[in-house]
Each structure stands twice: as C-alpha cells, then as structure tokens.
C-alpha cells in the first residue's frame, strides 16, 4: 500500500502507465534468393578456373571481336563472356565492338555450365514404419536419422572451347583446345557437429560461422601441357593470312605445306 503523498501516487501511476503501453516487440524479415550462394560460387568459381586455363596470346596484338551467339542459353551467360573478354585483354588482344572493324572473329561455346551434389550418410537414415493402432487404423511412425559421418558435396563443372577465324576470308587462325575445371564445396558432419565446410569456392576448412581457417593445400595443375597436334581437344595456331586473301587462295596455300601421303 503506497502511504506517501496523493501526488506521488498519481505520479507513480502515470509512469507506470507509459511504461505498460510502452511494451512492445520487433520483427525482422529475412528472405532467399531463388538461387543459394554456394551454388552461384560453385558456378563462377568453375568457370574463373576453367577460362583462365584458354591461352589467348597467339592472338595478342590483333583486333577482336567476341561472337557470343552459342553462349546465349548457357547458365550465367554474363559472368561468363565477361570473364573472357577480361582474360583476352589481360592477354594482349584488342577488342573490337563491332563486327566489321574487327580482324578475327573469336567464337565461343559452351558444353557444360553447372552443378551436380552428391550426400554420403555413415549411420541410420530416416525411415517411416507403418503401424496399426486399435480405431485409428494404419498411422505411420518414423525414425529420425542418426548419421556418424554425414557429408554433402557440391561440384561446378564448366567446359568451354573457343576458336578464331580470320573475318574476311573465314580461314583458321587458332583454336583453344577443350577447356574443363571443377569447384568444389562440401559440409561434413561428425556424430552431429557442423557442418565442417571446405572446398575450393572457400578459403579452408572451418566450423560453420566461425573464422578459424585451416589454408587448403595447393593443388597440383597440368594446364601448361600441350602436344603438338591439331586436334579439337588441344590448342593450336594455324597460318594467319598476312593480307586478306580469299579463302580459295588461303587453302591452296595451306595445302602446299602440307607433305601429301605417298
């Protein structure tokens, strides 16, 4: 019982008032995109690994145009023709905005741009047990999972190939060979802890949500390899035309180099 003076009643049940009305609570609303980061660094990351291994330098000095017709259905089309028009410029060419003014035509496909994942379960998976019970008839029952080792891997595949032609008489000028790389992202859980996540598309292993790193080895690479044969799956340079010449009088050229069969 408050014994002081009526004003200090009145006070005290004034502010305790605005207190009351004062109580309240926050929401914050959080959404995803249509598609997860990982997937979309899966992607890139493929196709970073994978361009970087095209060797634009037979065409270093020339004018270029990029034709990006065969490019037009391929996942993440933008990162991609951009990331080559990056690596023929850190590689010497000139590019050309338009058709007409070029000097060669560099084409570009595409035979593989996206992810696959594969789940590995060590222990009990979750099952459902159908049952019978007295009056309600079958119900099913089930059996959460109880994973030992638990593990999901994600992979980025790109393969890409690109060639250049000359844009006046259509004559060969150079092919990049088959160009294929990975990323890589995977979670592992151990008796219910992680997920533990590592990979290529992250800087080491960590625990989920923490910072401590583990740096990943380097990786051994045969990218520099080539074999002296004109084959769709190597690179090649073929005889530039010094002067536009028509692409009857280049091939007649090319095949008096060429030693005939005896």
Known sequence: MWNGPAIFRHVYALLLGVAVCCLGCGTTRSTDTSRTATEQLLISDSIDRTVQQINFRPLAGRRIYLDTTYLSS?????????????????????????????????????????TNRHDLLFGIP????????????????????????????????????????????????????????????????????GPFQSGTIRDGTAFAGTELRIPLLPESSDRDKTVPVVNIHEEA??????APVTAQASYEDQSEQTPQKQ
């Open 74 to 114: 391929v996942t993440d089309q933008s990162y991609l023709v951009s990331t080559l028009r990056q690596h023929m410029l850190a590689s010497g060419c000139i590019l050309s905005s338009s058709r007409d003014e070029a000097e060669y035509i560099v084409e570009a496909r595409a035979g593989a741009v996206g």
């Open 237 to 242: 340079v073929f005889q530039a035309p010094v």
């Open 126 to 193: 979750a099952v459902n047990i159908p049952t019978y019970l007295p009056g309600l008839g079958g119900a099913p029952a089930s059996i959460p999972e109880m994973p030992i080792i638990k593990r999901s891997h994600g992979i980025g595949v790109s393969k890409i190939a690109v060639y250049a032609y000359h844009r006046e008489t259509g004559a060969p000028i150079w092919q990049s060979g088959i160009a294929i790389d990975r990323s890589t992202a995977r979670d592992t859980w151990i008796l219910g802890a």
